[in-house]
């Protein structure tokens, strides 16, 4: 199974930039769909991106036109570039391989946490 470490995340202001990093510890990420998922005080992890082996990228509605998933498969890392962050956006932030039943996977990593105040 890949083992997916996240960073990066900290407190920045409104309006702020910041990029996450998800890296795989061992096995390469070349052949995976991986995701970027959130969960925020109170609520359910959701979805916020992902890209495919080939580069097609999904996301969320609410981060569309502020966010960007890329990968770099020499350094076996998928990034996630945040634009004009939000308080709305505070959470802790996770990476796993994305499938359609994501949401009923039991292994998570400790995910970094993002908190957007000013």
């Known amino acids: 199974q890949v083992q997916l470490v996240e960073s990066g995340g900290t407190l920045v202001q409104p309006g702020d930039s910041l990029r996450l990093s998800c890296a795989s510890s061992?096995?390469?990420?070349?052949?995976?769909?991986i995701g970027w998922f959130r969960q925020a005080p109170g609520k359910e992890r959701e979805f916020v991106a992902f890209?495919?082996?080939?580069?097609?990228?999904m996301y969320v509605d609410s981060v569309k036109g502020r966010f960007t998933i890329s990968r770099d498969n020499a350094d076996n890392t998928v990034y996630l570039q945040m634009n004009n962050l939000k308080a709305e956006d505070t959470a802790v932030y996770y990476c796993?391989?994305?499938?359609?039943?994501?949401?009923?996977?039991?292994?998570w990593g400790q995910g970094t946490q993002v908190t957007v105040s000013s």
């Open positions: 061992g096995e390469p990420l070349d052949d995976y769909t």
């Open positions: 890209i495919t082996s080939g580069g097609k990228t």
């Open positions: 796993n391989v994305w499938s359609t039943n994501w949401s009923s996977y039991k292994n």
